[in-house]
């Protein structure tokens, strides 16, 4: 089969204007990035009250992913292929995971977006303006105290951001003046409060209105300063002026795909925009998003975060998984994955069972969907297949990384019959007023599957600091790893007996949630022996390949 560069660069482009039009977005409408790619101007939010929202979700996954945002694309070319007005809402890749391990995010296969290069790297330049806004506050709050400190500065907790993985700057020394040295922390940009308010403000002026209310420091009295108090949201948001308004790409079926915004799901909220979102289905009739990670981390928060701020429903969930995830969570070896092993395959079950169990709490309907690979054998197919009938579990088996579209029909069948016959009343996991270790607690017992939480002095004072401020209503953001139902990532299969580690406590005041982060959790990560950056490369031809 061909590589997903040629795949990519062989496939039939159509302009941007007639892919658009497919779902009635005038040219009007489009401010163009070239002939593939252009930015929407939405003038209002106002949605189709009859489109359906699909959420695609998955297991845990192993550390190269399951091909979630593969099935995402397909499923939106599957519905199409029946007769849905189908569109894609996904977030857009991290310079990160381009360069490191996992390499691109723009599908695979015959289900990819396209021009997937200029997708996986500078696209229209929103993480760059995201990174510079945030490096803008932290520069003129560290102006602000050189230049005399009339606020009394004397704790900053806003850090700095960079969009790739660099552990060097986990930790820096910063000299603001003689009298202010200091310890610095560089996050990832796609974990950073810019990145979360960016997808969850509904408009420019809602945008300025939560530049306005983030957290960066506290005085000598201990009271909070905001970045209201040194008067930079107007400057601030001005940076993110062109960034706010989503993109639309197309599928290799030329069917449009709408992509904006980034935060990653095990350090950040793990949603694309809410405009982006909103913006889909005010066109289309069905939308199919993706939340990142597995169903404890991505949807976790899509359900408790971006749908609570948003009031966003979906009408069906797809539950993504693999062979090779399965046997991985039924304890065999990474190195053995592609052998057939039937007795951890249904060992691996356990987790997929669990978070069928946690969407359902919900009130959602669920599908699972499994991705098929090269290496699956007709009997591991079978024993998930005779599985899903004895549970009574709504299944598809999916081929569209080699089949494209028409390897989703079926779920696409599936996925239009759960949502068009749900009359399930969707529910939060929590309440707001619940305070807020009780969150914690409640999600790391109903969808983890914890005993309870072990957690320090430090972030219970925290927590109580954050509860005197007047942040006690806000809705949690677990940071944890995502290769585990628990906070140890060698936890595999549905982990019991166990206690999540509560290691911090930090308030998103803009973003509008506290970050609760667990065991070893990194927001900046590092790069593997071998990065992707290795195999990337441009050819004669001016075309940049090895994305892969």
Known sequence: MKTDFQISIESKKESIYDVANKIGISADELIPYGKYKAKIDVKDLEVNKDAKLVLVTAINPTAGGEGKSTITIGLTDGLNVIGKKSCVALREPSLGPVLGMKGGAAGGGYAQVVPMDEINLHFTGDMHAITTANNAIAALLDNHIFQGNELDIQKIVFNRTLDMNDRALRNININTNNKFQREDHFDITVASEIMAILCLAENIKDLKQKIANILVAYNSKGEAIYVKDLKIEGVITAILKDAIKPNVVQTLENNPAIIHGGPFANIAHGCNSVIATKTALKYA???VTEAGFGADLGAEKFLNIKCRKSGLKPNAVVIVATVR?????????????SEEDLEALRNGLKNLEKHIENVTKFQLPVVVALNVFATDTESELDLINSWAEENNVCYSKVEVFSKGGKGAVDLAEKVVSLAENNNQQFKLLYE?????????????????GANGVDISDNCLEEIKNLEQLGFGNLPICMAKTPLSLSDNPEYKGRPADFKVKITDVKVKSGAGFIVVYTNKILTMPGLPKRPNALNIDIDDNNNIINIF
């Open 285 to 287: 009739d069905y939308v």
């Open 325 to 337: 995830a399965l046997k991985l969570h039924g304890n065999l070896p990474v190195e053995k994955l």
């Open 432 to 448: 707001d007023e619940l305070p807020i270790l009780e969150k914690i607690e409640l999600i790391c017992k109903e969808i983890y």
